[in-house]
């Protein structure tokens, strides 16, 4: 196994956020161990977003605001003679119908390009520069990150995420849309309200957990810890993990949208560019917090710039930050499933017999050699769910691999392993499935089929006491036989393997035979499942 390359004696790196309120620049020195610190940093508050919602477009004045603002954090980046700079666009390019043109006018001017990125990009983004600094292990968390245009809401249990929301919420937005009296009249703030938690509600549903702890990044969450931090103590000071409460957030809130615009623009702790908007902010905040029942509330000041500068690290040094080194990928599979606290024992075992299914069926059934791999992987994380709850892990197991971290393995090819054990127990798959619908059809034909293995695998180990050593897959035209070993009956494994069968049957179009070989080599008792049948048990089954 090669070492990843070292990374360059003391590299200078500089990252630009252009969100829909503020373009943000952080410029960095990195050590020779992948550890940095700030040379500088810059915001201007830009109003890129600013009448976005109204026209679909970026207007003639907020497009040269956010150009004078990048051309002047490109002259900041060349000063300090950085070797990449790295600018990322968030919800308002990303909306706007002139959004590619502003990325080419930065071109041409400043030689800046400029990536648009997706809303679950911007939400990575803030969860590696939360991992960074808070310790997220064996507690569900919500990372929350939220800027003028959208609201990032990423449920986390221990250091893998669950689920990924980007939400219409942004403070520019809401404000556009609702702040529509100052200060705020109480029928306004009643539709406010309606909206915003009809918008919650409608994209984030039910929470699979009640999460212990909010970590938030953005303007409006460090606005409110100023301010909190004022009160409390009189003074300003960085905020980098200040906790607040939810009470302290409704309390603050209740302040601001009962005083007038002029007024807050002399809060202390209140910066005057953001008095305007932090209404709608400080509303939105609140009413996640009620939502997901979270009391307590940790600022990040990092966010979404400081996930771009770990990325860049991370690609100098060839692997992503804090990561071991695994030999190969599926090694990084395993790293995954430790971090889930899966079952190891059992998901080895259940990955070990579904190879050796595989490898009975591949050549009759045209099942192409490097789907093996993935269909170890989705045994080896089929589990991964039971960290959310018990009742709904399959689901849970196909949210945490789409948004988990496994190098090595292509987008497409981490969508098939997530269905894949998505699909290891329960409903069959269905094209009308949301998490189905963009695959093509001979994709959902090998995620049967490699699911449908894995149910039967899973049943040969149901007592998770590895009784059945090892299987031998046989095809014999329509009649599938597995041929199982093992020093004593499996007969729990047996009835289990054959309750799991129906998606096996549908999937390879044949009945299937159970029989067990006892250590003599005799083939004994068995049974059989078959389509639209009950089962059958199999009794003085021919001896080998």
Not at 6 to 14: D, G, S
Not at 46 to 71: D, K, N, P, V, Y
Not at 198 to 210: A, M, S, T, V, Y
Not at 507 to 524: C, E, I, N, S
């Amino acid at each position: 196994m090669t070492s990843p390359a070292p990374l360059p004696e003391r590299p200078r790196l500089a990252a630009i956020d252009i969100g829909t309120n503020t373009v943000r620049l952080v410029v960095a020195e990195i050590e020779t161990d992948g550890t940095y610190r700030i040379l500088d940093e810059e915001r201007e508050p830009a109003r890129l977003g600013q009448g976005l919602g109204a026209t679909g477009r970026l207007s003639a004045e907020s497009l040269e605001r956010a150009l004078a603002a990048i051309g002047k954090m490109k002259a900041i980046a060349d000063g300090f003679q950085v070797t990449e700079l790295r600018a990322v666009a968030t919800s308002a390019v990303r909306e706007a119908a002139n959004g590619k043109a502003f990325c080419r006018e930065a071109l041409r001017r400043y030689k800046i390009k400029i990536e648009i990125i997706s809303g679950e990009e911007e939400a990575q983004l803030a969860f590696r520069s939360a991992a960074r600094h808070f310790s997220l292990e064996n507690r569900a968390t919500a990372l929350v990150d939220i800027g003028g245009g959208s609201l990032e809401v990423i449920l986390t249990a221990g250091t893998v995420i669950d689920q990924v929301n980007s939400l219409p919420l942004g403070a520019v937005r809401v404000t556009e849309e609702f702040i529509k009296s100052d200060p705020l009249r109480s029928k306004h703030w009643r539709r406010l309200k309606k909206n915003v938690d009809r918008e919650l509600k409608h994209q984030l549903g039910r929470p699979p957990f009640q999460p212990e702890t909010m970590i938030g990044s953005g303007g409006t969450f460090t606005t409110l810890a100023h301010m909190a931090q004022w009160e409390r103590e009189g003074r300003h000071g960085s905020v980098q993990g200040y906790m607040l409460t939810r009470a302290d957030i409704v309390h603050l809130l209740d302040r601001l949208r009962e005083t007038p615009l002029d007024a807050r623009r002399q809060i202390p702790g209140l910066s005057p560019d953001r008095a305007d908007i932090i209404v709608a902010g400080a509303a939105v905040v609140a009413r996640l917090a009620k939502r997901l029942g979270v009391r307590q509330i940790l600022v990040n000041e990092r966010g979404i710039r400081e996930g771009i500068l770990l990325q860049m690290i991370a690609s100098l040094s060839g692997k992503p930050e804090g990561s071991p080194e695994p030999a190969e990928r599926l090694e990084w599979v395993r790293v995954f499933a430790r971090k889930c606290r899966s079952n190891e024992p059992h998901c080895e075992h259940v990955a070990m017999l579904a190879g050796q299914i595989f490898d009975g069926l591949n050549v009759a059934y045209d099942l192409a050699p490097w789907s093996r791999e993935l269909l170890e992987a989705g045994a080896l994380l089929h589990d991964i769910g039971y960290i959310i709850n018990h009742a709904r892990h399959h689901k849970h197991a196909y949210h945490l691999i789409m948004h988990g971290d496994l190098p090595g393995f292509s987008p497409h090819e981490v969508e098939l392993i997530a269905n894949v054990a998505r699909y290891h127990r329960r409903a069959f798959p269905r094209k009308r499935h949301s998490n189905l619908r963009r695959l093509g059809k001979e994709d959902r034909r090998l995620i049967g089929r490699l699911a449908a293995i894995l149910r039967v695998a899973d049943g040969l180990d149901r007592a998770h006491s590895r009784q059945v050593t090892a299987v031998k897959a046989e095809d014999t035209g329509k009649r599938i036989r597995l041929i199982l070993e093992g020093a004593s009956l499996p007969q729990v494994e047996m009835w289990d393997a054959e309750r799991k069968a129906g998606l096996f049957l549908k999937a390879f179009a044949a009945d299937m035979d159970l029989v067990w070989r006892d250590p003599a080599g005799r083939t004994r008792l068995g049974r059989r499942a078959s389509a639209g049948a009950k089962s059958t048990v199999l009794s003085a089954v021919a001896t080998r």
